[in-house]
């Protein structure tokens, strides 16, 4: 398997963390996003949105979207799973996964927040009004939900797709100065996996791209 991605993406981040809890080895290809490679030809011939991860199977086909890779990982290899036991549990983890992966990051995304500030002329003021809003508010109605369904993880006591998706967007918030004082449990719990062997091999500073400094 390859997979084609950026230290600092959070979408790829979280694959990484799912291949890693998987023991799944891998080829790891940088995509300098600074550097437009996501904009070239060959990378646009994997994925038409330009966009990272990407990931190529041992059959040669190529996945996009975070979120489809890892459900792609969840089938093709099974054990150990990323997903609860029971129907509802696994329902409610891949709701936390979603409302992360497309409600809160997207709107995270340095390619949103150049827009903002470049054509929009939004001031620092407005930017962290932006940010406190949109991804800070999705991330605190899945505070809400750890909150109500949540254990040792989002969903439980072992990590899932939802843990996948809560670390590298908390990652991102306090990246970006996102107030999370009212995220407790999510803080918590993304204390809790950074300390885990998997997501500290996926963290974006262990990765061959990543700009030291």
């Known amino acids: 398997m ?7 993406s959070s979408a790829t981040y979280r694959v990484r963390i799912a291949l890693a ?13 600074l550097k437009g490679e996501h904009k070239s ?4 011939a994997k ?12 059959c040669g086909e190529i996945v996009t979207q975070s979120i489809a890779i890892m459900e792609y990982l969840e ?35 340095l390619r949103i927040q150049n827009f903002l500030k470049n054509d929009m002329e939004a001031s620092s003021e407005a930017m962290a009004a932006w940010l406190n809003q ?10 809400r939900q750890v909150d109500k369904f949540g ?5 439980g006591h072992t990590p899932t ?17 996102i107030d999370v004082g009212d995220m407790p449990r999510l803080r918590e719990i993304y204390e809790r996996c950074c300390a885990l062997p998997a997501f500290a091999l996926a963290h974006p500073d262990n990765q061959i791209d990543a700009v030291k400094g």
């Open 75 to 109: 089938e093709s290899n099974p054990n150990p799973t990323i997903l609860p036991d029971n129907a509802i549990d696994r329902a409610r983890a891949r709701a936390m996964a979603q409302t992360l992966a497309c409600e809160a990051q997207p709107l995270m995304n």
């Open 41 to 44: 030809g060959d990378y646009l």
């Open 161 to 177: 797709v939802a843990d996948c998706c809560l670390v590298p967007q908390m990652y991102g918030a306090l990246r970006f100065g």
């Open 134 to 143: 949109w991804p800070g508010g999705a991330m605190r109605s899945v505070e």
């Open 47 to 58: 994925n038409p949105m330009g966009l990272v991860p990407s990931m190529e199977t041992d």
């Open 21 to 33: 809890l998987k023991g799944v080895e891998y080829e790891y290809v940088p995509i300098n996003l």
């Open 151 to 155: 254990g040792d993880y989002c969903v």
């Open 2 to 8: 390859k997979l084609f991605g950026y230290w600092r």
